[in-house]
């Protein structure tokens, strides 16, 4: 079945580095476009960051970018989000998220990997 | 940025009830770039309806989206107990945006 399910996610300094990975499964990967959804604890949901499905076009919002990279490999199906200069208000749940095309709705989900910033 | 607002916040209601949650948008974001999302504790969201009406794959038709501009509003016809959660609103037509969420809880 069409799923997601994210990974690498922990407990990281200040000013540390995380990679977090998505595995895709159940669809053809290289026709959607994919995000980066996050939460805080008891808060809302924050769009992170969207690739286009040709791994070229990416868009990030402005509260990461510049320490924040989202890529894609096909040969893998998989997105990764490489997290730098880590902020204690980057502390989150962090979704993988599928939408058909450009800035988009999300129809696939996974369940999330939690992100720490705490010294 | 498209600011969205959801309102009321918290709806107390109880199960066969009628529910109608709110979404306005700081400017427009065209007729269908507006999605629907429910979260219940420790989910991941799950798409409800895109394209401000379109009910997603599996969706029961108790659920309905509504309105285009700034104005949008998701209605639940009669509330089963498991429609309880939180739901937010997401704007696609200008980046992407989501409402604080309005949460639903049995009375």
């Known amino acids: 079945q069409v799923q997601l399910v994210e990974s690498g996610g922990g407990v990281v300094q200040p000013g540390g580095s995380l990679r977090l990975s998505c595995a895709a499964s159940g669809f053809t990967f290289s026709s959607y476009g994919l995000s980066w959804v996050r939460q805080a604890p008891g808060k809302g949901l924050e769009w992170v960051a969207l690739i286009l499905s040709d791994g070229v076009n990416k868009y990030y919002a402005d509260s990461v970018k510049g320490r924040f990279t989202i890529s894609r490999d096909s040969s893998k199906n998989t997105l990764y989000l490489q997290m730098n200069s880590l902020r204690a208000e980057d502390t989150a749940v962090y979704y993988c998220a599928r939408g058909p095309g450009y800035y988009d709705y999300m129809d696939v989900w996974g369940k999330g990997t939690t992100v720490t910033v705490s010294s | 940025e498209i600011v969205l607002t959801q309102s009321p916040g918290t709806l107390s209601l109880s199960p066969g009830d009628r529910a109608t949650l709110s979404c306005r948008a700081s400017q427009s974001v065209g007729s269908t770039y507006l999605a629907w999302y429910q979260q219940k504790p420790g989910q991941a969201p799950r798409l409800l309806i895109y394209?401000?009406?379109s009910r997603a794959t599996g969706i029961p038709d108790r659920f309905s989206g509504s309105g285009s501009g700034t104005d949008f509003s998701l209605t639940i016809s009669r509330l089963e107990p498991e429609d309880f959660g939180v739901y937010y609103c997401q704007q696609y037509g200008s980046s992407s945006t989501f409402g604080q969420g309005t949460k639903v809880e049995i009375k």
């Open positions: 394209g401000a009406s």
